[in-house]
């Protein structure tokens, strides 16, 4: 027996520490009991992106160390080839690759899986490296290297080894920035956002839109080499304010490093609300959104909790009246909405969270009651008006067609189950109020049934390659144009106010014009749109499925034919006409028709290669046709341009032969240069604007374009031809400090030229005195101050003497309006203006270097 007993205490030992060899151990994971552990060796380092690092030497090839162990991960090989700007091998590039789970809601620690391996590239440019990954997971690539832009990017794991292909990684800036106050004092320990304006992605490795640094104890933020050229804005995190650069930064190749200050102001304390999230056991809660509500358009304040719950409001406008706090997009617990009110500068607020519940359901077959095991849930919540985040589970195998949905609050709530199978439909959205207690919920998933389609044209001719769209109507009329969503995202079509409709099945009928639409059947009415092309769009209503329904047949109109070709080339080429070029990119002509009691028909038509087009189905009525030589959201190119080509009426049966000439909008470049004070504006943020002529309407395309001045003042641009002012954000010899100034010079750019020209601005300030007839002070009124032909506009009120106050200002002549409102009230007091009104100018001007009072005289 003792023998026995001695074996059995052995065995107990070894299980105990291949327990604690095996259990997740990575900062700040739970455990079961809910207590947060931590390795003996310190915190995992953490990137510019936010992203757990390796806990392995970068200087190892092939290191692999799991952050979060577990025993369901598999091994997922990850291979490519780095390469330069020039196209040969980029040597030493440090690849980082992770495994991100997909799932949203909370899991249990044992679950948890964040797993991570690090590897440099060889002499050729390529790397391999291996890494445990489970289904369902992301696997993240970042590479990073002294003089190199970090990318970024995430690729789905399918089950086997993911190749990335070659990879060009450009050349970074050489940054080297530094965070001071407004008395040129270093500031330590500050934490900057960069986000990059986009201009669209080579591939799924792309150089970073965001970057966090924090400066050292001299200030200076470690961004040497590591930043794409491009347009960045930047935010501070936490409670300082940024001054300058503002309001954006450019960043340009260059042999020389650039040299940046970021100016920073700490907040005052009377701007703050301080305190801490914390949780039913009073321990701090990380990534809560706190926002300030003070029954405005947009939160006075928003901040996100540190590890140890605490935040810092800062308010963005004038501190004012008290106002509530607001918990929101915070995994695993209830949002929170106080009743009672917090004055500014106020401190040690605790802001106590409920942890939220899970919600289990059994999925059956609605007609055998058999379980379905394969499926994934998608719910939302309502609070009040307001719909909450959407959460889109994973498709999963679940034994017995039993789950349980994690970390749901209490409330109101949505759920949709979207099976696998084929053979089965979604369900209907049920809605419930969770509880403490809400019992175990059963979803019934329907069978499909069959409705065939035939399209055939007035001749009888099938129809094939034509789109079908079987959808459930939402509040308005569904027609062509109408948008139509994925029954996933059933928040999106609430929070539309059913002004979309859910997308039931869609198909392509085929040489016959025939097609198969599956979906169960029922009593509600649906709708079938019949999209083309080849003919003109319809709509059939209402459509109802049924077991054994005769084939359903439709006749189209053909509509009428267009077609021609647009040039020249070389024009069209410079306006990103390319073969095999991306179609977001390629110019287009968009046709509209908007006809009395009948909806808004749009088409746009993507030019072929060598500039011809041809569209079909239009259907008969007047059409406007615009030329845009670029269409890709988020990229704003500066010789973007667009142009109205006229209308063209068509009547049904038409075919018509249309060409047009675009010359007129060839890219011209403009070669300037920027004196400020009579001094060259050195890095200067230089903003040109594409004004209009007098009396004509407002350009179409891009109208403003950024770049910014070299060491002389001068500046390079491409720009879409047109009449264009200046505006300035530079640094002056005030003490260091940025203005914001508009050149009362413009100039006229034309197709295909190169202009150039020197844009004088000089400083000065603008003190005008406002009374009225009897001689009284006109305090507290707004008025606005601009300058004909350079776009400039300002709104300023009065102080109590009835004085106006722009300083600086560059010097010119200007015009003095003031706001006669005509309304006022409670939209006056909301956005803390004069409400809604016409402005009417009492008088002009100018504006000197001296900056004496000028006064001015309000008329009845």
Partial sequence: MNKLAVALLLCACACAAAWFWWYPTAPGIPTPDGDPVTTGGGAVPRHSDGAAGAQTDPTRRGD?????????????????????????????????????????????????VELAAVVESAADGRFALELPVQPGDDVVLTTRRDGCADLHGAFPWRGSAIETGDVRVPAGVRLIGRVVDERGTVQPGVDLRFYRQLVGRAGPLAPKSFVRATSDANGVLPLDGHLACDTWTVHVAGSAKLLAPSPALVLQPDAVAQQVDFVVRPADPSELILGRVVDDRERGVAGAVVEADDATAWPSGTAISAADGSFELRCRRPPGKPVHLQVKRVAGFELLHTPETYAWGTRGVVLALRRAGNVRLEVVDAENRRPVEAF?????????????????????????GRTEVLGVPQGETTMVVIPTDPELAPNEPITFVKTESTPLLEVRLPRRVELVVRVVRGDGQPVGGTALELVQPGAAKVTPATRVLDPSRVAMHAQQGGHSALLLDRVTTDARGVATLRWPAGDKPLALRVLGPGHVPLVRAPVYLRRGAPRLEIEVDTGATVQGRVGPLPVLARLGLQAGGSALLAPALVWTREAVGEARISRRVRLDPNGSYRVVGLPAGTWRIRFESSRAVGVRTPTAAHKDLGTLTLAAQDAVQMDYDVRDLEPASLRGTVMLDGVPARSAAVYLVRIAEPGAPAPLGVR????????????????????????????????????????????????????????????????VRVRDRD??????????????????????????????????????QYTVAVLRPTTGGAGAARWGGAGQGTYVAIGTVEVTAGGGVVELTLQR
Avoid: K
Wanted: net charge positive.
């Fill in 704 to 767: 403003s374009t950024l770049v910014r001045t070299d060491r002389d003042g001068g500046f390079t641009a491409e720009l879409a031809p047109g009449r264009y002012s200046l505006g300035l954000d530079a640094p002056t010899s005030r003490g260091g400090a940025r203005v914001r100034l508009t050149c009362a010079q413009s100039i006229d750019v034309a197709p295909g030229q190169q202009a150039s020209g020197v844009f004088a601005v000089d400083i000065g300030r603008l003190r």
């Fill in 64 to 112: 692999t160390e799991p952050e979060h162990r577990t025993t369901s991960a598999v091994r997922c090989a990850v291979r490519g080839r780095l390469l330069d700007e020039r196209g040969g091998p980029l040597v030493g590039c440090r690849v980082e690759a992770r495994a991100r789970p997909r799932r949203v809601a909370p899991m249990p620690a044992a679950e948890l």
């Fill in 376 to 400: 994934r849930v998608v719910w939302f919540q309502r609070h009040g008006n307001a719909l909450g985040a959407q959460h889109r589970g994973e498709p999963e195998v679940h034994a017995g």
């Fill in 775 to 812: 001689g009284r002070a006109a305090a507290n009124q707004v008025f606005r101050v601009s300058q004909p032909g350079s776009g400039f506009a300002a709104s300023v009120r009065s102080n109590s003497d009835g004085l106006l106050l722009l300083d600086p200002i560059a010097v010119g």
